[in-house]
C-alpha cells in the first residue's frame, strides 16, 4: 500500500485545512486510516482514526470538535478537514494505515506511511 498526502500549507490562527490522503496498491487490505502528527522536538501524535468498512471515528482529545476525518471510497482517498487552527497544531501530518488489530491510537500498530505534508498555523 502506498500513501500520499497533500494539502498542507500555512494558516493564520483560526482558519483551515483540508488534508488528503490518496490509497493505492493492494487497497483492500486496509481496515483503518489514520492520521497523525509531529512537531519539531517533540513525539509523534495520533489525530484521528477511521474505519474504512464501517465509517467509525475516532479523535484525539486535542481535535475533537475541531477536525473530521471522512472517506471517499470511490476515490482510495482520506480526508482530515481542521478548523479552528492553533499554533500548536503546527507540525507533520502523516497518513497511516493499518489491517486490523492493534490499538488504533498506536503508531507501531499501521504497517504503511505517507511522506507526511506540513501544517504551520502562525
Known amino acids: 500500500v502506498q500513501l500520499v498526502e497533500s494539502g498542507g500549507g500555512s494558516v493564520q490562527t483560526g482558519g483551515s485545512l483540508r488534508l488528503s490522503c490518496a490509497a493505492s496498491g493492494y487497497t483492500d487490505s486496509i481496515d483503518y486510516v489514520a492520521w497523525f502528527r509531529q512537531a519539531p522536538g517533540k513525539e509523534r501524535e495520533w489525530v484521528a482514526t477511521?474505519?474504512?468498512?464501517?465509517?467509525?471515528?475516532w479523535y484525539a482529545d486535542s481535535m475533537k470538535g475541531r477536525a473530521t476525518i471522512s472517506q471517499d471510497s470511490a476515490k482510495n482517498t482520506v480526508y482530515l478537514q481542521m478548523n479552528s487552527l492553533k499554533p500548536e497544531d503546527t507540525g507533520m501530518y502523516y497518513c497511516?494505515?493499518?489491517?486490523?488489530?492493534?490499538?488504533?491510537?498506536?503508531?507501531?500498530?499501521?504497517?504503511?506511511w505517507g511522506q507526511g505534508t506540513q501544517v504551520t498555523v502562525s
Open positions: 477511521i474505519s474504512k468498512r464501517s465509517v467509525i471515528t
Open positions: 497511516a494505515a493499518k489491517r486490523a488489530g492493534g490499538a488504533l491510537s498506536v503508531g507501531g500498530t499501521y504497517g504503511s
